[in-house]
């Protein structure tokens, strides 16, 4: 089975929308799939349309922003409700949330010499969830830089002269909405963070500790070193493993829908009581 559980839409940071991202996935030959949207669940009905008529099998999902000990934490949350009341009211104030950032970082670049900014950057998002990407395009647009790596080298990443940092939630709330709403939640990308191991080990427990069900071994160009990392706490802390390319852009040649390398055997996939 080709799976592929971690992937965004332009309803958040991606540039496909859910329908072209689905039919991409099926012409990937990918048979599991699932629509990871930070922090919103609206591309979810138009993705498991088109993914039935594909025959593709659709798992509900979403990517949400936490905070851990201070460090920013992405979780994964998948197969649940997301008509679900609680996680409803939790995600509009996150939601609230980026768009007082996007007011923020379009003053920001405002201050390069262009106006109009939010206007457009709004335009260009269709109205939708503005992100990082959307002031990205516009900076391209306006011959700012060349590329997308180019403009979050420069403006939009971590600590740069246009970056907003996000307002997160804590670890213990994304993961009790997730489960709340019936579904299971995973810790994305976990090599990423690069933390000690002493740090994962006590970010493993803490998640365990909360409920979480497992964590993403397999994430887009993840190293040899890094799945066996993974693989390992997964046995240590009976976790579940996840897998996803974290596709956002069909112009990166380097992450694709379903580009993952297959899981170890002795571990048990995520979606293993789901199908």
Known sequence: MIADLHCHSNISDGILSPTELVQVAKKNSIDLLSLTDHDSVDGLKEAKKIADKLNIQFLTGIE????????????????????????????????????????????????????????????????????????????????????????????????????????????????????????VAVVAHPMRYKMTMSWLNHLCQDFKNLGGDGIEVISGRTNEQDIKTATNLCVDYDFKASIGSDFHNPKNKFVYLGMNKKLPKKLTPIWQDML
């Open 64 to 183: 949400i922003s936490t905070i851990w000990q201070k460090k920013p934490i992405h979780i994964v949350g998948l197969n649940f409700n997301p008509d679900d009341r609680i996680m409803q009211e939790g995600l509009k104030k996150l939601i609230n949330s980026r768009q007082n950032r996007a007011i923020k970082i379009a003053k920001k670049i405002e201050n390069l010499g262009l106006s109009g900014v939010l206007e457009r950057v709004s335009i260009l998002a269709g109205n939708k969830n503005i992100s990082r990407t959307h002031f990205a395009t516009y900076l391209i647009e306006q011959k700012k830089c060349n590329t997308m790596q180019e403009a979050f080298d420069k403006y939009l990443a971590d600590n740069k002269r246009c970056c907003v940092p996000l307002l997160s939630v804590d670890l213990s709330d994304a993961v009790g909405w997730i489960k709340n709403a019936g579904g």
